[in-house]
């Protein structure tokens, strides 16, 4: 079993940056592809962006390229989610999760990924 922990969520103005971490215990996150998602009431979990088991390979949704970076550190297992430029409709409550095994490729479907944290929200005022 993963647990993990969201941290670094708040309020921001239009502009501005956050930084989201995402810490696990109980399992490493070593091995497997770690992703972020984000939601808003009403709304199905949006994939946003998902890193490798090495930190090598990186995918992101279109809605946030260049503008968010993810990273990981194997060593403290913990991933990060660097989010610049933010917008309100950035807006969400953002989740990390992790697939859990090792598998080649991306996958952008929640249902691939088997452990979730509880999310920590961002709201980015105009």
């Known amino acids: 079993q993963v647990q993990l922990v969201e941290s670094g969520g708040g309020l921001v103005q239009a502009g501005g940056s956050l930084r989201l971490s995402c810490a696990a215990s109980g399992r490493t996150l070593g091995s497997g592809n770690v992703g972020w998602f984000r939601q808003t009431p009403g709304k199905e979990r949006e994939f946003v962006a998902a890193?490798?088991?090495?930190?090598?390979?990186?995918y992101y949704a279109d809605s946030v390229k260049g503008r968010f970076t993810i990273s990981r550190d194997n060593a403290k297992n913990t991933v990060y989610l660097q989010m610049s430029s933010l917008k309100p409709e950035d807006t969400a409550v953002y989740y990390c999760?992790?697939?859990?095994?090792?598998?080649?490729?991306?996958?952008?479907?929640?249902?691939?990924?088997?452990?979730w944290g509880q999310g920590t929200q961002v709201t980015v005022s105009s």
């Open positions: 890193i490798n088991w090495t930190g090598g390979r990186v």
């Open positions: 999760a992790a697939e859990g095994r090792l598998r080649i490729g991306f996958r952008i479907d929640s249902d691939e990924y088997n452990y």
